[in-house]
């Protein structure tokens, strides 16, 4: 699969042309624009490229950031390619596809949902129950018995041709480890501020490869894969959800900015307490990415090789992250 990640940047690079405004830039290490002006909008990974595009389209059509990270996040529950969102996504160890997701707003709304079947939109379902009841999360049959009674189409459970294929194959020796930088945890979480100030972000994810059955991660977690507040700033995250769950990673970058630390500087101090309380960190990925209400943004890994989509209204840019581990 890192072949096929590979890939994935060199087609990104020759298709530039398909998203306006698109530049790939060099690492992090000495720029000098982490503020930019609002609209802007930050995702996880090379598939945040179109799903940046999708968000800021959004905005564009008069939609609100809310909608936009919505939107955004939805670009890549359909794609077909990735292998860790959406339905198309890798399975449990029982050949179960399940799926994780977060939204929130910047005045403390949010909604969420774990271990959801047979719907190829966990973002929306995520939204209708933020929206239109009492609670923050649903879980497994409930929230697919809410997905029908708002109308959601239930899918066929079969694997894509993809996960298919890496299944049975990985069903040869059923060893469960997660790689660094391939598709077994790559999440897309997405976070964003609208030109009225506003902030919202979204996380969704098929989770761990060949994870146990009724395993969750960080993804439907608010203030771990997620956090966002208008008087401070967002934070998202992506990689082993485990690491990141312990940490309280995304709201504890939220509150490192509400003391005074900046993004980039936040993002570093989860990593590095992540490391800390982490026994076999030279073998895991995780990443942060953040934002605070002036526009100044963050990201850090504890790996090299992660990759983020930064978007505004004139340019979507794929950037190399700064690691703890070199």
Not at 300 to 312: H, I, L
Request: glycine fraction near 12%; charge should be negative; proline fraction near 4%.
């Amino acid at each position: 699969m890192s072949d096929r990640r590979k890939f994935l940047k060199q087609s990104l690079l020759s298709s530039a042309a398909f998203f306006p405004g698109v530049i790939h830039s060099s690492p992090l290490i000495g720029r000098k624009d982490t503020q930019r002006k609002a609209p802007l909008i930050l995702s996880t990974w090379n598939h945040g490229v179109p799903a940046n595009a999708t968000a800021l389209e959004t905005l564009k059509s008069g939609g609100s950031i809310l909608d936009a990270v919505e939107k955004g996040v939805m670009t890549t529950e359909l794609d077909l390619e990735n292998l860790s969102v959406g339905l198309q996504g890798l399975p449990d160890r029982e050949g179960i596809v399940t799926l994780d997701a977060s939204i929130m707003k910047g005045n403390g709304e949010c909604g969420s949902v774990a271990f959801l079947r047979q719907v190829r939109h966990p973002i929306s379902v995520a939204r209708k129950v933020m929206e239109d009841t009492p609670h923050v999360m649903l879980a497994g049959e409930g929230a697919r018995q809410f997905a029908i009674a708002q109308g959601f189409p239930l899918e066929k459970e079969e694997l894509s041709p993809g996960a298919k294929r890496a299944y049975e194959e990985w069903k040869k020796t059923s060893q469960y480890k997660p790689i660094i930088n391939i598709e077994n945890h790559d999440t897309i979480g997405m976070i964003g501020i609208g030109e009225d100030g506003k902030m919202a972000g979204s996380c969704t994810t098929s989770g761990l490869a060949y994870k146990m059955h009724g395993r969750v991660g960080d993804s439907p977690i608010i203030g771990a894969g997620l956090y966002v507040d208008d008087e401070v700033g967002a934070a998202t995250a992506t990689g082993l959800g485990e690491t990141i769950i312990r940490i309280c990673g995304s709201f504890l970058i939220v509150e490192l900015m509400r003391q005074g630390r900046s993004p980039q500087e936040a993002c570093e101090e989860a990593v590095r307490r992540l490391v800390a309380k982490s026994s076999n960190s030279k073998e895991i990925q995780a990443g942060f990415l953040a934002i605070n209400k002036d526009g100044e943004m963050g990201a850090f890994a504890v790996q090299p090789g992660f990759n983020y989509a930064q978007g505004d209204m004139s340019s979507n840019e794929l950037i190399d992250s700064k690691s703890y581990f070199n």
